[in-house]
């Protein structure tokens, strides 16, 4: 069974940095895309940052691009996000995600985590 926990979240000012961490326990040779999304209450989630585990490849929210980071720590199986130059606007839970594709089928499944809150202030 997948299991993901981020960690990291808190409160900074803006301009601050913070660095989330997700763990994933199971399958983490089987996740074929991981991510950071972000909501905020009363809108969609949103993308933040992904990254392809085949070939490393990365790709950002614009709103995001040369502040935040997206990496794999393959040894520890674990996600994390950079982020630098920080914004009240980013202010959001953050949550972690893995697309793995269901054994036997053409389709993949989504396995989200429990969210950290990131709170940016002025």
């Known amino acids: 069974q997948v299991q993901l926990q981020e960690s990291g979240g808190g409160s900074v000012q803006a301009g601050g940095s913070l660095n989330l961490s997700c763990a994933t326990s199971?399958?983490?040779?089987?996740?074929?895309?991981m991510g950071w999304f972000r909501q905020t209450p009363g809108k969609e989630r949103e993308g933040v940052a992904v990254i392809y585990s085949l070939g490393g490849m990365t790709y950002y929210a614009d709103s995001v691009k040369g502040r935040f980071t997206i990496s794999q720590d393959n040894a520890k199986e674990t996600l994390v996000l950079q982020m630098n130059s920080l914004k009240p606007e980013d202010t959001a839970m953050y949550y972690c995600?893995?697309?793995?594709?269901?054994?036997?089928?053409?389709?993949?499944?989504?396995?989200w985590g429990q969210g950290t809150q990131v709170t940016v202030s002025s």
């Open positions: 995600a893995a697309d793995i594709p269901i054994a036997g089928s053409v389709y993949m499944k989504r396995h």
């Open positions: 199971g399958n983490f040779g089987s996740m074929l895309c």
